[in-house]
């Protein structure tokens, strides 16, 4: 694998981390709370291995350059400083979820992860669009 390839694992990464998120979401409020804490501990190591290769990819390559022009570029660059600024917010706001769950605090780890929740679902997906913006539909030539 070489470092070009790293975009494609990260989207994947992304990808797997929004489906967990909703089989937990799913599993919760079937009241399956064993699922449901699998699930949510599958997406949090999926979110920490999506961390460690988008660090090595950045660390090696720098920022992708974005090769759509015209009105897609303020669209683009939207979704793209959207997602930064919600994934600058759910650094400090997954593990004190986590944490507060892990305590057995469930009452303040609700009120918490109906924040976190849709805020990282939002933020995989949104990764994931801007990877296909970026990578696919508009490369920079």
Not at 21 to 43: D, E, P, S, T, V
Not at 85 to 112: C, E, Y
Request: with cysteine; net charge positive; proline share 4%.
């Amino acid at each position: 694998m070489e470092i070009n390839d790293l975009p494609h694992v990260i989207a994947a990464f992304n990808s797997l981390s929004v489906v967990l998120l909703g089989a937990g979401y799913h599993f919760i409020r079937q009241g399956r709370w064993r699922h449901h804490r699998a699930c949510m501990i599958a997406a949090l190591a999926v979110s920490a291995a999506f961390l460690v290769v988008y660090l090595i990819y950045k660390a090696n390559s720098g920022f992708a350059k974005f090769g759509g022009e015209g009105l897609v570029r303020p669209v683009y660059f939207s979704i793209l400083i959207l997602h930064i600024l919600g994934a600058i917010a759910i650094v400090p706001l997954v593990p004190l979820t986590v944490l507060r769950a892990f305590k057995g605090r469930l009452a303040h780890h609700r009120s918490i992860a109906r924040w976190t929740w849709p805020l990282w679902v939002y933020v995989g997906v949104s990764g994931v669009v801007v990877y296909v913006m970026a990578v696919h539909i508009y490369p920079h030539a």
